[in-house]
């Protein structure tokens, strides 16, 4: 193998591994001011609007150890339709959403999903499912969401049971805001981190 004394002088070494501010460039190129091959963003509509379904309003924030939220990150989102169904091809339930570089608050319009028979027969209660990237995180953040008016589902549900720390399972529950609104903030460090997957 070489090492960097055999690298010839005029290659400089390129930025660190990190997501951000790339991300956008790559996967959202229509928000970031760019322009792209297609008229939306790749996860633009998580659904057709004729999809069947309760409509529901998710916003949420990052926020580093100290509160303050990342403006360049960007939430990938899949999800189960109303019936609990993955999708079988195609971009059904699956979603992208960039931070504001304002306010750090990301918003997604979807249909609320229905519980999802798991590999084992269990039934998983209905959720979001979240891969983070930004600036500084080297590799993506998975952690899922939960709806707070679930909660014979949510008690029930095989993965937040297996959270050892059972009072850092409500860090996986949303916030109601309102009919059909709910509100999710991932706390990347500190007293109420988000549980993160190892997946």
């Known amino acids: ?7 010839p002088a ?7 591994q990190t997501a951000g501010p790339y991300v956008h460039i790559g996967c959202l190129p229509n928000h970031a001011g760019l322009g792209g091959p297609w008229a939306e963003d790749l996860g633009a509509r998580p659904f057709a609007d004729d999809a069947p379904g309760t409509r529901v309003v998710v916003t949420g924030c990052l926020l580093d150890g100290t509160g303050t939220p990342l403006r360049d990150a960007m939430v990938e989102i899949w999800q189960a339709d109303a019936a609990g169904r993955y999708a079988g091809g195609g971009a059904a339930g699956f979603a992208r959403r960039a931070s504001d570089a304002e306010t750090g608050l990301w918003r997604l319009e979807t249909i609320k999903p229905g519980a ?28 899922r969401m939960y709806f707070p008016d679930e909660t014979a589902a949510n008690a029930a549900d095989p993965v937040l049971g297996r959270i050892e720390q059972t009072a850092r399972a409500r860090t996986l529950v949303a916030e109601a805001r309102g009919d059909g609104v709910y509100h999710f ?10 549980v993160f997957f190892d997946v």
Do not use: C, F, Y
């Not at 193998?1 to 690298?7: E, I, L, P, Q, V």
């Not at 998983?124 to 080297?138: C, D, E, F």
């Open 10 to 16: 005029d290659l400089k070494e390129s930025p660190s």
């Open 1 to 7: 193998m070489s090492g960097a004394a055999d690298r």
């Open 116 to 143: 999802v028979p798991g590999p084992d027969g269990r039934i998983q209660a209905p959720h979001l499912t979240l891969w983070i990237v930004a600036r500084g995180i080297n590799l993506g953040l998975h952690t």
């Open 185 to 194: 903030d991932i706390h990347l460090q500190g007293e109420k981190e988000t």
